[in-house]
């Protein structure tokens, strides 16, 4: 039997042995239960930071706020990317902040055991803020374009690879697309009087896009000259168009023109040329209200010096997303080019069009006088389903309006400014003021065909007795209460790819100008029956594509209103004189 002292020894030595092993699973556990709570239950928040147009923030700070873990801060690498690791399971907020940005706060995240969590942020300017949404829907398509024309270049949404959502401006442009161009031959003249463009005529037009936001323009229209001289008749436009975030847009272009002279005989060396310099801005303000504000300065010489002043400006005010309240205010009559014929923006359109931009030129007495006018006008749009519907209150004044005249004319008299290209001339008719109404009604028919039908009542120009002498017939131009209606119709045919517009504008009664002269709503046409056609040509040889035009107005030569010339043969007056252009078209 054991002593005190032995059993003493045994439990010293049994204890002894207990704290080795206790020691020795404590080394062992500890560390990797310390492993298991930093690394297997802790999770970690990542993602990228970018502007609103997917541009990569480097430098931003990113702080993470909690209350299992003090506020950590990290910056952004060059990439915009950002990583913090070891966070407790909890509720996180991510704060990102970054100079000429508004901080975002994204709160609420929260981080379980194991998880790694992207958080992806997008910084805002104070501009950015204020455009809360798109005001066009996701249903929207080319039917609804007339009512909400004007917000092309409206923002979008684009969703990256890794799942960001940034917003995509209309118009940008991948590095393939920076750098636009076409090529226009025409043939023909639309004869509207002086100031038409040549009857062979070369358009071009280059885009190119600047940092992202921007975008640079030039074109023109060349045609032959008559002059003896070798001048050809030419207009250049130069155009910057600046986007803001979306909310602001303004625009600021330079067009130089020059026409040669009506008359080579009487008026040898008048030619005309004009410098025209157009700003605007378009404000968008939340999701409800755009605003275009702008205005168009003309320095004219030709037989001396005018200036002309025009500005312009419109509000739409978007009540729902299928009705829209809008004003408009002009001072000049549009003018209705190939492009603006199918509603096409594209960059061939407009290129071959510029000289219908010349300031509408008249004369009396050899003293020459430029078109004012003053048009304001007040309409609401409604979309339901496939029908399109518009109401529109107008109320105009012009001044030394111009009116288009037929037949071969000299500038002896004094009276008259001759198309050198057409045979037709411009004559300057009464002054004189109206209010009228407009109903448009639009459907779809199917995928590839429109219907429009188009009512207008207002006033006109019309001579109360025909067959008098040019020189006297001013004297007995009267404004005259006329009614209007227009059907057309528009669409692609399937297989040849061919867009078409064709329409019949009818007037109850004789005039000398168009019901509702400015109209630009989807009901606009010229008067009496019209055809517009643009077919594709495959061309493998070309880097772009090909297309040929054909515009041919007033096909029948109606509403021709005679009068007389000084030698006795019959003049006419007319709305819209019959002609016929047609060319090719070459964009790259």
Avoid: C
């Amino acid at each position: 039997m054991l002593g005190f002292p032995e059993v003493v020894g045994e439990m010293f030595r049994k204890l002894g042995f207990l704290v080795v092993v206790a020691v020795t699973v404590a080394t062992m556990v500890l560390p990797a239960w310390s492993g298991t709570a930093s690394g297997t239950i802790s999770g970690a928040i990542s993602g990228y930071v970018r502007d609103g147009s997917g541009v990569p923030q480097m430098g931003a700070a990113v702080e993470i706020l909690g209350s299992a873990a003090q506020a950590l801060k990290v910056f952004t690498d060059d990439r915009g990317f950002y990583s913090v690791a070891s966070l407790l399971p909890g509720t996180y907020s991510v704060k990102v902040s970054a100079p000429s940005f508004l901080p975002s706060l994204r709160e609420k995240i929260g981080v379980r055991a194991g998880a790694k969590l992207m958080v992806n942020v997008t910084l805002t300017t104070l501009f950015e803020a204020i455009q809360l949404v798109s005001l066009r829907g996701p249903v929207d398509d080319d039917d609804w374009k007339w009512t909400l024309r004007s917000v092309a270049n409206r923002p979008i949404l684009r969703v990256l690879e890794d799942g960001t959502t940034v917003v995509a401006q209309s118009g940008e442009s991948t590095a393939d697309h920076d750098l636009k161009g076409s090529l226009t031959f025409l043939a023909g003249s639309p004869g509207q009087g002086f100031g038409s463009p040549a009857d062979m005529s070369a358009g071009f037009a280059v885009e190119r896009s600047l940092l992202s936001s921007g975008t640079l323009r030039l074109n023109g229209n060349v045609g032959y000259g008559t002059d003896g001289q070798g001048i050809p008749a030419a207009v250049l436009r130069t155009t910057y168009t600046n986007r803001f975030n979306g909310v602001f847009e303004p625009s600021v272009a330079i067009t130089a023109l020059r026409l040669n002279s009506p008359d080579l005989n009487t008026m040898p060396g008048a030619t005309l040329q004009a410098l025209l310099v157009t700003s605007s801005d378009r404000v968008v303000i939340g999701d409800k209200l755009e605003m275009v504000l702008g205005s168009e300065l003309q320095a004219i010489q030709f037989m001396g010096r005018v200036n002309a002043f025009k500005p312009f400006g419109s509000a739409d005010l978007h009540i729902t997303p299928n009705t829209v309240l809008e004003y408009q205010y002009a001072s000049s009559i549009p003018n209705m080019g190939l492009g603006d014929r199918l509603g096409d923006d594209r960059l061939e359109s407009a290129s071959s069009d510029l000289s219908e931009t010349a300031p509408r030129m008249s004369m009396t007495g050899f003293s020459p006088a430029v078109e004012r006018a003053h048009h304001q006008e007040v309409s609401i749009s409604q979309r339901i389903g496939k029908n399109n519907m518009q109401v529109a209150f107008y109320s105009d004044s012009i001044i030394d309006p111009v009116l288009t005249g037929v037949g071969e004319m000299t500038a002896e008299s004094g009276e008259v400014l001759p198309d050198v290209y057409s045979g037709t001339f411009s004559y300057q008719g009464n002054d004189f003021a109206t209010r009228g109404m407009r109903v448009v009604l639009q459907r779809k028919l199917y995928s590839d065909l429109t219907a429009t039908l188009d009512y207008a009542y207002g006033g006109v120009l019309d001579l109360s007795r025909p067959d008098v002498q040019l020189q006297d017939a001013r004297d007995w131009i009267r404004a005259e209460r006329r009614q209007a209606v227009a059907a057309k119709f528009s669409g692609t045919l399937p297989k040849a790819k061919t867009r078409w517009i064709a329409s019949y504008r009818y007037t109850g009664g004789r005039t000398l100008t168009p019901v509702d002269l400015f109209n630009s709503s989807a009901g606009q046409s010229s008067p009496y029956l019209n055809l517009f056609i643009r077919q594709p040509i495959p061309a493998s040889f070309l880097a772009g594509h090909m297309e040929i035009l054909m515009d041919l107005r007033n096909l029948l030569a109606q509403g021709y209103v005679p009068v007389m010339g000084r030698d006795g043969r019959t003049l006419y007056l007319v709305q819209s004189a019959r002609s016929a252009r047609g060319g090719v078209a070459f964009s790259f």
